[in-house]
Nanobody, 123 residues
Framework: QLQASGGGLVQAGGSLRLSCSASGRTFSNYAMDWFRQAPGKEREFVAAVRRSGSIYYADSVKDRFTISRDNAKNTVYLQMNSLKSEDTAVYYC???????????????????WGQGTLVTVSS
C-alpha cells in the first residue's frame, strides 16, 4: 500500500515536498516513481528512482525537482522548487519490482499506485 501526502496550494515560485510511504513490502527492492496528471491530460512521468539509486527526471522538472528515497523509513520524497502554474496536477507515486529502463516513463507499466495528492500552483 502506498500513501502519498504533502500536496497543497502554493504560489508560483514556491516549494512543496511530497512524501509517499509504503507498507507491506520490502521497500528497498522497489523502483519508485512520481507521475502527475493535470485536468484533461494524460498521466505523465515526473521522476523515478530505481532500487540501485539511479535517478531520472522529466525535462520539464529537471533542475527544479528532486526525488529521493529513505529505505529505512519506507518513504520516497519529491522536493519541488520554483513551482510553475503548469506544475498543477494530481501527483501519484508508484512502485514496481521489475521495471526495466524503458518502462520507467510509462505509467501503464507500474503495478502499485498511491491515491494521489493535489498540487495547485497559483500564478
Amino acid at each position: 500500500q502506498l500513501q502519498a501526502s504533502g500536496g497543497g496550494l502554493v504560489q508560483a515560485g514556491g516549494s512543496l515536498r511530497l512524501s509517499c510511504s509504503a507498507s507491506g513490502r520490502t521497500f528497498s527492492n522497489y523502483a519508485m516513481d512520481w507521475f502527475r496528471q493535470a485536468p484533461g491530460k494524460e498521466r505523465e512521468f515526473v521522476a523515478a528512482v530505481r532500487r540501485s539509486g539511479s535517478i531520472y527526471y522529466a525535462d520539464s522538472v529537471k533542475d527544479r525537482f528532486t526525488i529521493s528515497r529513505d529505505n529505512a523509513k519506507n518513504t520516497v520524497y519529491l522536493q519541488m522548487n520554483s513551482l510553475k502554474s503548469e506544475d498543477t496536477a494530481v501527483y501519484y507515486c508508484a512502485a514496481d519490482l521489475g521495471v526495466i529502463y524503458s518502462s520507467l516513463f510509462d505509467p501503464g507499466k507500474w503495478d502499485y499506485w498511491g491515491q494521489g495528492t493535489l498540487v495547485t500552483v497559483s500564478s
